[in-house]
Structure formats: structure tokens, C-alpha cells
């Protein structure tokens, strides 16, 4: 396949116990209702709805869930100088959060693990709101000091909702490191999430190999694709498991979000 980028979905990141949105057994599958949850109009509105989502994510096991299988494959990828990176719609953490990371990583829809101020923007770890949350905080709001003291706005965790965009400056980043790779490798994604997927019709645009590996079908089988029905972690692990250890180098851990 030469130079990859890797573009990973809700599918890679079910072997961590993560339900995905849209598959047969998805979060939004079964209770379509539960979007709701996940517009940024609401959540700003409703102090009984954010009352609830911070006491949720003192006990939700998604911060506490752990890299797979098909995450560690993308590290072994990454030492023998295959994968040049990765975009991802997960907000899970789950690449940053892997041993050996060392690609570069553009979150497109952000992550869990860190905080955002509706009001000032400000990014702080997720840690130190659930910190006070512990402590009695019901609906903890932003300390970002200010020339006029603390900011005092809404927190809420730094990922995209329904209602706001995926940042710009991200999506150009991603087409910038697509077009220098041969080929972009799907990995656990139905493409059913503009603008993320719409990366795929720009990678074959600019005459890239796109190989997506996903079970069940997704929106561009048969739109010049190679579609592999697999799961993605026995695919990384296959394709993974025939490289001798001596083409594998020590990773040097990497962050590249902007």
C-alpha cells in the first residue's frame, strides 16, 4: 500500500467496550432520542441536562476504557515508517492514550479528556472538573482567569456536537497530510459523518489508493474504493503480525491536534 494515513471510526474502538452511533446495536440505534444529547443548543440550555452529564461522567466507563488491539497495530505501523498518521472521528482518546504513540493525530471531533468553555474557550484537562464534580460541584463553570476576573462560562467536554462545526484549520491539516500519503486507510467507519467523511472523496480527488475496512456497508462501497468486510482489529492484526521485529523502531511519541 507504500505511505499511509490512517482515518479510524466508532468500529475501532468497540473491542474497548465503546459502543459505536449507527451500527446495528448503536447508541443512536436503539434511542434515536439520545442525539439530543449531543446538540451544543441544548446543552447550553438546560442546567438540568448538564446537572446530569457531569454525574454521568463520573461513573461512565468511557474514561476509563483502555487502547485495543487495532491501536497498538497502529503503532507498530507507525515504527516501521508506514503510517505517516492518523485522523480520527473519535472523541475517546484512545489513540493518545496508547503506550507507544507516535504518530501525528488530528482529532477531528476532539476528546473526552479535556474540558471547553462555551464562553471563552478555553481547553483544560477533563480531570480537574471531574475533580470538583467529586467534591459537590453540580455544574462546574470556567476558572480561565481573565482581565476581569474568572470567566465563569459554560464547561463542557472539548468535542464537536451537533450544532458546531469541526474546526477548519483540523480538516485542512487532514487533506494536507492525505495528499502526502499514497494511500488512506478506513478503519471502522460507515462515512456517514460530513464533513470527516467527505475527506474520502478527497483523497480519490487527488488520485489516492483509499482501502476501507469496515463490517457492513458504508456510503462509498462501490464509489472507487477497496472494501474489505472485516473487523478492523483481526484486520490490523493480520496485517500487522508477518512484520519482523528487527524493521520495527523505538517510537518517538508524537501529538500533532491543532
Same mark, same amino acid.
Given at each position: 500500500?507504500?505511505?499511509?494515513?490512517?482515518f479510524t471510526?466508532?468500529?475501532?474502538?468497540?473491542?474497548?467496550?465503546? %459502543?459505536?452511533?449507527?451500527?446495528?446495536?448503536?447508541?443512536?440505534? *436503539?434511542? %434515536?432520542?439520545?442525539?439530543?444529547?449531543?446538540?451544543v443548543?441544548?446543552?447550553?440550555?438546560?442546567?438540568?441536562l448538564?446537572?446530569?452529564l457531569?454525574?454521568?461522567?463520573?461513573?461512565? %466507563?468511557?474514561?476509563?476504557?483502555? /487502547?485495543?488491539t487495532?491501536?497498538?497495530?497502529?503503532?507498530? #505501523?507507525?515504527?516501521?515508517?508506514?503510517?505517516?498518521?492518523?485522523?480520527?472521528q473519535?472523541? $475517546?482518546?484512545?489513540?493518545?492514550?496508547?503506550?507507544g504513540?507516535?504518530?501525528p493525530?488530528?482529532?477531528? =471531533?476532539?476528546?473526552?479528556?479535556?474540558?471547553?468553555?462555551? $464562553?471563552?474557550?478555553?481547553?483544560?484537562p477533563?480531570?480537574?472538573?471531574?475533580?470538583?464534580?467529586a467534591?459537590?460541584?453540580?455544574?462546574?463553570?470556567?476558572?480561565?482567569?481573565? $482581565?476581569?476576573?474568572?470567566?465563569g !462560562?459554560? #464547561?463542557?467536554?472539548?468535542t464537536?456536537?451537533? !450544532?458546531?462545526p469541526?474546526p477548519?484549520?483540523?480538516?485542512? =491539516?487532514?487533506?494536507?497530510?492525505? *495528499?502526502?500519503?499514497?494511500? #488512506?486507510?478506513?478503519?471502522?467507519?460507515?462515512?456517514?459523518?460530513?464533513?470527516?467523511?467527505?475527506l474520502?472523496?478527497?483523497?480519490l480527488?487527488?488520485?489516492?489508493?483509499?482501502v476501507?475496512v469496515?463490517?457492513g456497508?458504508?456510503?462509498?462501497?462501490?464509489?472507487?474504493?477497496? *472494501?474489505?468486510?472485516?473487523d478492523c482489529?483481526?484486520f490490523l492484526?493480520? #496485517?500487522?503480525s508477518?512484520? %519482523?521485529?528487527?524493521?520495527?523502531q523505538? /517510537?518517538?511519541?508524537?501529538l500533532?491536534? /491543532?
Amino acid at each position: 500500500m507504500g505511505s499511509l494515513v490512517a482515518f479510524t471510526g466508532a468500529g475501532l474502538s468497540t473491542a474497548a467496550g465503546i %459502543p459505536d452511533y449507527r451500527g446495528p446495536n448503536g447508541v443512536w440505534t *436503539k434511542d %434515536p432520542s439520545a442525539s439530543k444529547l449531543s446538540r451544543v443548543s441544548q446543552y447550553r440550555n438546560d442546567s438540568e441536562l448538564r446537572r446530569r452529564l457531569w454525574k454521568d461522567r463520573l461513573t461512565n %466507563p468511557l474514561y476509563r476504557a483502555k /487502547p485495543t488491539t487495532g491501536h497498538r497495530c497502529l503503532e507498530v #505501523l507507525t515504527q516501521t515508517g508506514a503510517l505517516k498518521g492518523v485522523i480520527t472521528q473519535n472523541v $475517546d482518546g484512545l489513540h493518545r492514550l496508547s503506550d507507544g504513540f507516535g504518530y501525528p493525530l488530528i482529532e477531528l =471531533h476532539g476528546c473526552i479528556h479535556e474540558t471547553r468553555c462555551l $464562553d471563552c474557550g478555553a481547553i483544560e484537562p477533563m480531570d480537574q472538573a471531574l475533580a470538583r464534580v467529586a467534591h459537590g460541584e453540580l455544574d462546574p463553570t470556567c476558572l480561565h482567569h481573565l $482581565d476581569t476576573g474568572h470567566c465563569g !462560562g459554560i #464547561l463542557t467536554s472539548n468535542t464537536v456536537t451537533f !450544532g458546531e462545526p469541526v474546526p477548519l484549520h483540523k480538516l485542512e =491539516h487532514a487533506q494536507l497530510i492525505i *495528499k502526502e500519503a499514497h494511500t #488512506l486507510l478506513v478503519l471502522g467507519s460507515t462515512l456517514s459523518v460530513n464533513p470527516a467523511a467527505r475527506l474520502v472523496a478527497f483523497a480519490l480527488e487527488h488520485g489516492r489508493q483509499v482501502v476501507v475496512v469496515n463490517q457492513g456497508p458504508t456510503r462509498y462501497d462501490n464509489r472507487g474504493v477497496l *472494501k474489505i468486510d472485516a473487523d478492523c482489529q483481526e484486520f490490523l492484526h493480520t #496485517l500487522t503480525s508477518s512484520i %519482523p521485529q528487527t524493521v520495527v523502531q523505538a /517510537p518517538t511519541r508524537s501529538l500533532s491536534n /491543532p
